[in-house]
């Protein structure tokens, strides 16, 4: 029987190959006998994004759990990933199943697993999950299930969460892309009615995704890209497959660094908003956080990649801004887990305080607490024992300099990261996909090129 397995945020697979009806019934069975172990009987709500299938994954999941005892709550349409995560508090619910791969190719579908207050299940509880997997589970006698709109409360909550009436009035003319994810046309129907105008691309339902991964980074927003500079928009925001990440995009038609995403957003919840709380990084993000967190004594807690520990935290601390390096953000007062949408209308808000000018807004950042530059390159299809081979050799025989960058630290904390004078050097295996992970960081991109340039030979020389 084909394995199931939770990596960062959920279990993954090609559909029809190794995600099929009889492994999700499996998944959810086994999510059925955790919960039974703690409860007789719970309450789980189930969501679905725009996906092949995704509504039919959705349905046999439900009947799975209610056929365990279990009270389940369907969606009504798609949604969101975070409004799922917001409806377990409005529902007052035990679990959350949601229908997605995020911002996986086409190809994939996905099992995430969401805990109270809207979190991602944590490894402890998906390795239980994982142990209670069985090799067959029969399909129940098909039952009526009880369906509800999730969407409304969210779209509600995000609309009270920023000064909605002041960023429709600010006149912004912005493009957003949807990436033909669960995004859909939500950021232009929220802001319509006043000055601001946003023209919505890839909003239909498309389970290929217009032939892009459904992920906001560089080499997959030229549509957006293109639209920004066609409209003559100020920016350009992109969500991903569940919409749960943000990518931006400059008034020029550049794209702009996660980084940078970051740097503005607490620039704006601090300074502007007047807002309090420590940041919580990934071992991948950028150095600019550090140094203002430095100038404005903000404690700064770093986790392993995986927003779920993001949120493990967030739950247990004081906690402002939450963010990783791959356009995953989440913020006090709202969820323990990212949200793309509420990322792109607080950077609304910030460049309405700063000019409205992206360009501008990240140069006077960079000018006061940078430079850095970051980069990120994939490695696809390197065999697990050739990763293991390269990340040993790192951590037990780090080098003197990387790329003509002295060492000065060693960090095993996910993956193998090389501290250097004024940037860093990660290697990491993905958690979701079968790829090593290249990060970089430094003050000169010309120095980032070089690093993970650097970062490929290494793996080149274990092969």
């Known amino acids: 029987m084909e394995p199931i397995r939770f990596g960062t945020d959920g279990w993954r697979a090609k559909i029809a190959d190794t995600y099929t009806h009889a492994n999700v019934r499996r998944a959810a069975a086994a999510l059925g006998g955790v919960l039974k172990s703690k409860k007789d009987s719970c309450l789980v709500l189930v969501g679905y994004d725009p996906r092949f299938g995704s509504e039919h994954f959705a349905e046999t999941a439900a009947q799975i759990l209610v056929s365990q005892g279990h009270q389940v709550i369907v969606a009504t349409r798609m949604l969101p990933t975070p409004a799922l995560s917001l409806a377990l508090g409005q529902y007052n619910a035990d679990a959350g199943v949601m229908i997605t791969a995020s911002h996986n190719s086409g190809e994939y579908n996905g099992f995430k697993i969401k805990l109270p207050p809207g979190v991602s299940a944590p490894n402890e509880f998906t390795k239980e999950v994982e142990s209670r997997l069985f090799n067959v589970v029969e399909a129940p006698p098909p039952v009526d299930i009880t369906r509800s709109d999730f969407l409304s409360h969210y779209l509600t909550t995000l609309g009270k969460r920023v000064n909605l009436p002041a960023l429709k009035k600010a006149g912004f003319n912005i493009v957003a892309d949807a990436m033909h994810g669960a995004a859909s046309n939500h950021l232009e129907k929220l802001l319509a009615g006043g000055k601001t105008k946003v023209v919505t691309i890839a909003a239909n339902r498309d389970a290929w995704f217009g032939g ?101 935290v967030m739950m247990r601390e004081d906690v402002l801004l939450g963010v990783e390096e791959s356009g995953g953000i989440a913020f006090k007062g709202h969820l323990p887990e990212r949200d793309g949408l509420l990322s792109a209308l607080l950077i609304l808000e910030a460049l309405a305080g700063m000019g409205k000018s992206v360009t501008k807004a990240v140069a006077r950042l960079q000018k006061e607490f940078g430079p850095y530059y970051s980069d990120r390159t994939d490695l696809e299809n390197v065999p697990s024992d050739l990763q293991a081979k390269v990340l040993e050799g790192l951590k037990t025989s780090p080098p003197e300099n990387a790329a003509g960058l002295k060492v000065t630290g060693v960090d095993s904390m996910d993956g193998v990261k090389l501290k250097l004078e004024n940037g860093w050097l990660l290697v990491r295996p993905s958690g979701t996909e079968p790829l090593l992970r290249l990060y970089a960081e430094a003050d000169d991109p010309k120095k980032v090129k070089e690093l993970l340039k650097y970062a490929e030979t290494l793996v080149d020389q274990h092969r």
């Open 212 to 312: 892009r991964h459904p992920e906001p980074i560089d080499k997959y927003l030229a549509p957006l890209k293109k639209a920004v500079k066609d409209h003559k928009a100020q920016a350009g925001f992109a969500t991903d497959g569940d919409a749960d990440r943000v990518g931006l995009v400059d008034e020029k038609g550049h794209f702009v660094d996660v980084h940078k995403l970051h740097a503005l957003l607490l620039y704006h919840l601090w300074k502007n908003k007047g807002e309090r709380g420590a940041v919580v990084k990934t071992v991948s993000g950028t150095l600019m956080i550090d140094r203002m967190a430095e100038a404005w004594k903000i404690p700064v807690k770093v986790t392993p990649i995986g927003f779920k520990y993001i949120g493990n």
